[in-house]
């Protein structure tokens, strides 16, 4: 267990939808990051949070967006789904700063889109 | 543009003996190499890393060797055991330029047979 929690574990809708992938660090830890790994795909990175802020941002597509709450806990929006956002979303947390730390996964969120 | 390729999508090995992962990279800012392991229905664990500035790191038995020359890492598995059966990825981060995202490679999948 690494301490990333995530729900849902399973998200299934149609195109067009609007859903809401949600991620609960580590304790402790500052920084969340997305990716999205489709299928046969290696983990894509979409945007990173640290500490309620922006850090960075990857190949994030506009119809998605994303924030960090006060109490570090992040969440994903994806609107206007499309058949080929169907993947599996990853949160990692790591404890942030200057130095680098890895990264811990939660045990992801797999979404279908029909 | 991939910037972290694993060109072996598949490897088989057998219970003892050594297996070598391989992973290449295109972006010289790169200069922090991790590798996760990756089961089924779970999210990827941390199994070890490598900054730039050393070109061998070992754990157990687990060691991962940096040709920075070459934009080459590998990591060796000595002795090989059944449980060592996953999908290992290759990642890389370009801490440098004030972010710890993480680029994975599509990843490589090994199996351990008796």
């Known amino acids: 267990d690494s301490g990333v929690t995530q729900t849902p574990k399973h998200l299934i809708t149609a195109t067009g939808q609007r859903v809401t992938l949600r991620c609960s660090p580590r304790s402790g830890d500052l920084s969340v990051y997305w990716y999205q790994q489709s299928l046969d795909q290696g983990l894509q990175f979409l945007i990173q949070?640290?500490?309620?802020?922006?850090?960075a941002k990857g190949n994030i597509l506009e119809r998605f967006s994303a924030q960090q709450f006060p109490d570090l806990h992040s969440e994903l929006n994806l609107s206007s789904l499309e058949l080929g956002d169907s993947a599996l979303y990853f949160c990692?947390?790591?404890?942030?700063?200057?130095?680098?730390?890895?990264?811990?996964f939660g045990p992801g969120t797999r979404l279908t889109v029909l | 543009d991939q910037q972290v390729k694993q060109n072996s999508p598949s490897l088989s090995v057998q219970e003892g003996r050594i297996s070598i992962l391989n992973c290449d990279y295109t972006?010289?800012?790169?200069?922090?190499f991790l590798w996760y392991k990756k089961y089924p229905a779970e999210g990827p664990t941390f199994l070890i890393s490598?900054?730039?500035?050393?070109d061998k790191n070992e754990d157990g038995r687990f060691t991962v060797f940096l040709n920075k020359s070459a934009k080459h890492l590998s990591l060796h598995i000595v002795p090989s055991q059944p449980g060592d059966s996953a999908v290992y990825f290759c990642?890389?981060?370009?801490?440098?330029?004030?972010?710890?995202?993480?680029?994975f490679g599509t990843g490589t999948r090994l199996q351990v047979f008796p």
């Open positions: 949070y640290y500490n309620g802020e922006e850090r």
């Open positions: 990692a947390s790591s404890p942030g700063g200057s130095s680098y730390n890895e990264q811990f």
């Open positions: 490598i900054s730039s500035i050393k």
């Open positions: 990642a890389a981060s370009p801490l440098r330029i004030n972010t710890d995202k993480l680029i």
């Open positions: 972006n010289s800012m790169f200069d922090y």
